[in-house]
């Protein structure tokens, strides 16, 4: 039996949340069709107390994002980027976005889909799309979760 809403005691109902967005530095995450509970008043909270962090930590997660070449970073102090294929110095702002979609599967819920457009930059020199780094891209999507949690009043803890 489910605890009873922390907000009006009432009795809370598994649910499937519609899609809702969360950005962050030119990142786009949508969620769909995530598991949670809810009350007849509209309150929402996760379906267990490591929900929201277990997300954001599969967001973090440097292996979701593998798939992406890695430019080569170069510089102390200024940091410049260069393409993975031609070493040609990368823009310092995104050209376009490429989406990657992430099954997530979490301790107690049904696997839900995370779509995340993850900002790419393109080689004038050879055409090739990367990312900066997988830390900055994991960092981005990290706070894009949060974001998201916020837009539909369900707090991350």
Do not use: W
Not at 99 to 127: H, S
């Amino acid at each position: 039996m489910n605890k009873p809403c922390s907000k009006c005691k009432g009795e809370m109902s598994p649910s499937i949340h519609e899609p809702f967005h969360g950005e962050e530095g030119g990142l786009r995450l949508t969620i769909s069709d995530m598991p949670y509970d809810a009350c007849a008043q509209g309150h929402k909270r996760f379906l267990n107390l490591t929900f929201a962090a277990q997300l954001m930590d599969l967001m973090l997660n440097p292996a979701t994002y593998q798939k992406f070449p890695i430019a080569t970073e170069k510089g102390f102090f200024k940091k410049t980027y260069l393409c993975p294929a031609c070493a040609h110095e990368l823009p310092d702002a995104p050209t376009d976005a490429q989406r990657l979609e992430v099954r997530a599967e979490i301790e107690g819920a049904q696997p839900f889909k995370v779509e995340v457009d993850v900002p790419v930059y393109t080689c004038a020199g050879c055409g090739k799309a990367c990312i900066h780094s997988i830390k900055e891209t994991g960092t981005l999507a990290f706070k894009a979760t949060g974001h998201a949690y916020r837009s539909i009043d369900i707090p991350p803890t």
